[in-house]
Nanobody, 126 residues
């Protein structure tokens, strides 16, 4: 069992930056590939970024590529999402998720994730 807790959300103006954190407790953090997803009001949850267990592989949705960076610190059991040049369309609840997969895979699909955090709200004003 893994518990995930996100933090770092808030209200920011367009063009600004935020860094989300997701800290895990329970089983060994390095056993899990991690991902960030988001869900805007009235829309389905969508993939944002993913990172492999070692951090050596990453993947981004086209909508955030070049603006967002996913990283992890296995010693701190934490995955991060650095969000720069934020746009109003980035407004959503952001969730982190953990998937128990072998090295060196990254996981893109929601059903393949085993554990989810409670989410943190990001609001970007124009």
């Amino acid at each position: 069992q893994v518990q995930l807790v996100e933090s770092g959300g808030g209200l920011v103006q367009a063009g600004g930056s935020l860094r989300l954190s997701c800290t895990a407790s329970g089983r060994t953090f390095s056993s899990y590939a991690m991902g960030w997803f988001r869900q805007a009001p009235g829309k389905e949850r969508e993939f944002v970024a993913a990172i492999s267990r070692s951090g050596g592989s990453t993947y981004y949705a086209d909508s955030v590529k070049g603006r967002f960076t996913i990283s992890r610190d296995n010693a701190k059991s934490t995955v991060y999402l650095q969000m720069n040049n934020l746009k109003p369309e980035d407004t959503a609840v952001y969730y982190c998720a953990a998937a128990n997969v072998p090295l060196p895979f990254i996981v893109l699909r929601i059903p393949e994730y085993n554990y989810w955090g409670q989410g943190t709200q990001v609001t970007v004003s124009s």
